[in-house]
């Protein structure tokens, strides 16, 4: 290695998005550089999807995405789309499937993408430096790294440093730091698609229903999801409590039904006259151990004969419309994105490019645009990737 190594694109980060930018302004010709802080490529995508990666949705749109800015997202994802991802993974000879609400899985591991990135990596040219910590980073009519591997300089440097999640994996907060040595804004960071955790009143209540799951409807200030939750011995998950995590704001109620799709109402007026026990009645539309806690908790241990018009009212109301204020979240250790980041005001939606550094570019998870859960964080990557690719 020379004293400063020289190339035309430098990618801080080598995860999803900064590999297929890579491999995207590899393909066009141009000396790729891309620098890892730890030892080995890609350690969000090997854990990704229980080890099988959810790599995309088939019914990725702009509007299943969170941002300052919502129609950011739509100019890179009409341009770079599931099935230009899907088409790679099939002339690689992966095996997928999909899961559930378009979420396509690997059959085989995780390590089938990583290997694909890396082989098309390979093919375009790509130096991938891993073990590589960024010391000092200067713009003077070109981008100069001074690293723990040596000093280089590029035209053209892409900040594909990820969020603050899952910091076991290597989450760090320096592709922030990054924007804000050169003026760019920030928009807060909180933690998305994270389980979240309750106030010790309602654990009392609820955490031994630790493991008890159930489809449900969750809303939160017009946002809803219909999907199962999962009690657990800190608070909420499942699927829709993941979901609705990365538009809760704390202090604030989730309302979440617990029959959804079930008249209530009719229900219970058609069993009204029955001698079982409510708790026992609820048992038959609720998780056994749910049903219990909610009729000794909130309603009666009264058979249903005995249970007046209005304690059956309660019933219908309270399953249809349970409140529950979380007391916050599990954290960035547990959330598998961050929401938030880099401000999209700041770049262009075309290439990715920041409005006041030109060559200065921010992809992927750093950037203010969050997915739901199930592969659409995975589609940004690839499409924000790729739009930069083009461009650096």
């Not at 995207?24 to 000396?31: H, I, K, L």
């Not at 800015?69 to 994802?77: I, K």
């Not at 309270?318 to 547990?334: H, M």
Request: aromatic share 8%.
């Amino acid at each position: 290695m020379t004293d400063t190594d020289s190339c035309d694109v430098i990618i801080i980060g080598g995860g999803a998005a900064g590999l297929m930018c890579a491999i995207t302004a590899g393909q066009r010709g141009r000396r790729v550089i891309v620098m890892e802080h730890t030892d080995r490529i890609c350690r969000k995508v090997r854990i990704s999807g229980g080890g099988r990666c959810n790599f995309t949705n088939i019914h990725t749109a702009a509007d299943r995405y969170l941002s300052e800015n919502p129609h950011f997202a739509r100019s890179a994802l009409a341009r770079y789309t599931p099935e230009d991802f899907i088409r790679m993974v099939r002339s690689h000879g992966i095996a997928f499937h999909e899961k559930k609400l378009g979420q396509l899985f690997c059959d085989g591991t995780a390590q089938e993408i990583i290997t694909l990135l890396r082989t098309e990596c390979g093919r375009a040219g790509v130096r991938i430096i891993t073990g590589c910590q960024l010391r000092e980073l200067t713009n003077n009519g070109g981008f100069k790294l001074r690293t723990s591997q040596g000093t280089f300089t590029a035209q053209s440097l892409v900040v594909a440093t990820g969020g603050l999640s899952v910091p076991s994996a290597g989450a760090t907060d320096l592709g922030y730091r990054i924007a804000r040595q050169f003026g760019i804004r920030v928009a807060a960071c909180r933690p998305g698609l994270v389980p979240l955790t309750l106030a010790p009143a309602d654990l009392s209540v609820f955490k031994p229903l630790s493991g008890v799951a159930l489809p449900t409807t969750v809303r939160f200030n017009g946002t809803r999801f219909e999907e199962s939750i999962l009690f657990t011995h800190r608070g909420l998950s499942g699927p829709a409590v993941l979901q609705i995590s990365s538009y809760w704001k704390p202090g604030q109620p989730l309302t979440i039904d617990l029959a959804p799709g079930q008249d209530l109402p009719a229900w219970l007026a058609a069993n009204g006259a029955r001698k079982t026990l409510l708790k026992n009645a609820l048992a038959e539309i609720l998780p056994a151990r749910l049903a219990e806690t909610l009729a000794q908790r909130y309603l009666t241990d009264k058979p249903m004969n005995r249970c007046t018009e209005k304690e059956l009212r309660r019933a219908a109301e309270l399953l249809a419309g349970f409140t529950l204020t979380p007391r916050g979240t599990e954290g960035y250790a547990k959330a598998e994105v961050t929401v938030g980041g880099v401000d999209t005001a700041e770049l262009s939606s075309k290439t990715m490019e920041t409005v006041k550094v030109p060559g200065l570019y921010f992809i992927g998870e750093v950037v203010d645009v969050t997915g739901h859960l199930g592969g659409y964080n995975f589609q940004w990557a690839w499409s924000s990737g790729h739009a930069a690719g083009r461009y650096a």
